[in-house]
Every structure is written in structure tokens, then in C-alpha cells.
């Protein structure tokens, strides 16, 4: 199973606004409203951040916002903090049952 | 508050098995869909597998299917990942996962602290 394609890696100065992307087809990102994003820090388990595309779980701050056009689903960070440093992975439905994540990209501070 | 305990994990013989159990408690186990996430060393995230609230249903990765089983006892609030023939590419931390919202979700709010499985000679 292929994964999702993101950008390896990403960077941002504080204050700034990035963007990651989360391209897929049809079949799992353009097909259904099931994408995820999950933030990593080195040595822990992986926070959500962002479900079924632009839903915020309790206690995310509101800095994070996710969307979706086509077969690209997109995660924006506003107001770039030195604590999100981190590397990001999406997530996605593939068909009927499958569950498929992207390779992950890595957020430099600058 | 919400916990998840794996327990079971260790080294392992290429075709070996391992069950590896998660101990939930803090929400009500019996009405969230759980899944399995594993993490190579130095890899990335991929799901193992997903398994429903009532334990009726499951879905595997094609790189597990036909050697994990995934299961739950909602009596004692505890899923399991049953593992057999096991590759040295199974290597990985292993994942307990809850589901963020009762039913069908794309999002994974609660992670365990992970269980390390190494499979090697």
C-alpha cells in the first residue's frame, strides 16, 4: 500500500503560517471526508491535531486548521511556534476498509 | 482520564508469535471504535489495523493480513493484536489507539505509551 505523498520537509519562522499538503486520488483523500493529521515529537506517540478534515479535538488550539480540495488535503499552522517543531503525517480512508498514512514531513523553526 | 496500557511486547524469533494486549480504562471502552498504529525505528506511522466497537468487524494491513489477528473483550475493556509467522520487517513500536468520536472516524485522540516488538535471530 502506497503511502500518502507530503512534502519531506517544511520550514517557517515564528509568527509565520505554513502549510503542509497530503496528496492522494480518488480512492482515499478525494473519496472521502476521513483525513487526519497528527503532530510527533521525537520519542512520544503522536497528538491529533485534525480529523475527518477540518474537526479540532478538545484542547487543539484553534492555530490549526485543515482542509481539503480534490485529491489534496492541506494542514495550515498560523502563528508558528518554536513548539511545533515536529514532524506531521496525514491520514487517510483507501477504499472500503483500508487506512493509509502519508510519509510524514518535518517541520523546521527557523 | 483516559489510559491505554500495552503490555506483551519483546524480542522474537523470525516465525515466532506475540499477542500484545492494551489495558483501556477512563472512558467507555465498549462504545469506541480501536486501532492498531506501528512505527519502525526511525520510520514513519502505518496502521496495522481497526477494529469495531462490538468487535464484529475488523480490517488489517495487506502487510499483516493472514498473520494478525486483532480483537477485543469489552468485558474487560482490553484489546489485543495476535501476531504469528513474524518478519524482521515487523520490527516496530506498536500502537494501542482510540478512536476521537463514537462511530466511524478518520481521527485517533488517545495513543498508548507503545510496545516495542523485535523480531530477530
Known amino acids: 500500500q502506497s503511502a500518502l505523498t507530503q512534502p519531506a520537509s517544511v520550514s517557517g519562522s515564528p509568527g509565520q503560517s505554513i502549510t503542509i499538503s497530503c496528496t492522494g486520488t480518488?480512492?482515499?483523500?478525494?473519496?472521502?471526508?476521513?483525513v487526519s493529521w497528527y503532530r510527533q515529537h521525537p520519542g512520544q506517540a503522536p497528538k491529533l491535531l485534525i480529523y475527518?478534515?477540518?474537526n479540532r479535538p478538545l484542547g487543539v488550539s484553534d492555530r490549526f486548521s485543515g482542509s481539503k480540495s480534490g485529491n489534496t488535503a492541506s494542514l495550515t499552522i498560523s502563528g508558528l511556534q518554536a513548539e511545533d517543531e515536529a514532524d506531521y503525517y496525514c491520514?487517510?480512508?483507501?477504499?472500503?476498509?483500508?487506512?493509509?498514512f502519508g510519509g510524514g514531513t518535518k517541520l523546521t523553526v527557523l | 482520564e483516559v489510559q491505554l496500557l500495552e503490555s506483551g511486547g519483546g524480542l522474537v524469533q523470525p516465525g515466532g508469535s506475540l499477542i500484545l494486549s492494551c489495558a483501556a480504562s477512563?472512558?467507555?471502552?465498549?462504545?469506541?471504535?480501536m486501532r492498531w498504529v506501528r512505527q519502525a525505528p526511525g520510520k514513519g506511522l502505518e496502521w496495522v489495523s481497526t477494529?469495531?466497537?462490538?468487535?464484529?468487524?475488523?480490517d488489517h494491513a495487506d502487510s499483516v493480513k493472514g498473520r494478525f489477528t486483532t480483537s477485543r473483550d469489552n468485558s474487560k475493556d482490553t484489546l489485543y493484536l495476535q501476531m504469528s509467522s513474524l518478519r524482521a520487517e515487523d520490527t516496530a513500536v506498536y500502537y494501542c489507539?482510540?478512536?476521537?468520536?463514537?462511530?466511524?472516524?478518520?481521527?485517533?485522540?488517545?495513543w498508548g505509551q507503545g510496545a516495542l516488538v523485535t523480531v530477530s535471530s
Open positions: 489507539v482510540k478512536a476521537v468520536i463514537v462511530g466511524v472516524t478518520s481521527g485517533y485522540d488517545y
Open positions: 477512563g472512558f467507555i471502552f465498549r462504545n469506541y471504535f
Open positions: 477494529i469495531n466497537s462490538h468487535g464484529s468487524s475488523t
Open positions: 480518488g480512492s482515499d483523500v478525494g473519496g472521502y471526508n476521513y
Open positions: 475527518d478534515v477540518s
Open positions: 491520514n487517510s480512508r483507501r477504499g472500503t476498509t483500508a487506512v493509509v
